[in-house]
């Protein structure tokens, strides 16, 4: 059996382009809210941890997607775009959804940072589900 490395190359190129996508989508998703997450998981707020962590898989579900499907890096960033428009518009509706949600995870309300975890999950997976070749 002959293990090839060929597509070694792309799939370095894709894993840091993918990387950059999560990084670039955590760091404007730090902005968005108006709690100091980082901050709250170094103190230990287990809803702070939740809260980004769902955002951070259900960006990265459509992103797997976008990889996978893409026929360019430009084509992978255009559709990765897109999951990020609408993870912004899953928090904005958990926002609506649930009154005062970054006090309640300031204050380490776990059941409102689930329930922004399953928001930011379940829009992702339709998200990816929705990316069609």
């Not at 059996?1 to 370095?12: R, Y």
């Not at 707020?45 to 797997?64: D, I, K, Q």
């Not at 499907?69 to 559709?79: G, N, Y």
Request: charged share 10%; hydrophobic share 60%.
């Amino acid at each position: 059996m002959t293990i090839s490395m060929a597509g070694l190359p792309a799939f370095l190129l894709y894993f840091v382009v993918g990387t950059a996508l999560i990084a670039a989508f955590v760091a404007v998703y730090l902005r968005m809210t108006a709690h100091d997450e980082i901050a709250l998981i170094r103190g230990g707020n287990l809803s702070a941890a939740v809260a980004l962590g769902g955002n951070t898989v259900g960006f990265s579900l459509p992103l797997e997607q976008a990889i996978s499907q893409a026929s360019s890096i430009p084509d992978c960033v255009i559709w990765a775009l897109a999951a990020m428009i609408i993870q912004f518009a899953a928090y904005g509706l958990a926002r609506l959804l649930i009154p005062e949600l970054s006090r309640k995870i300031e204050e380490d309300r776990l059941p409102s940072a689930v329930m922004l975890a399953v928001i930011a999950v379940v829009s992702g997976t339709l998200a990816a589900a929705s990316m069609t070749e």
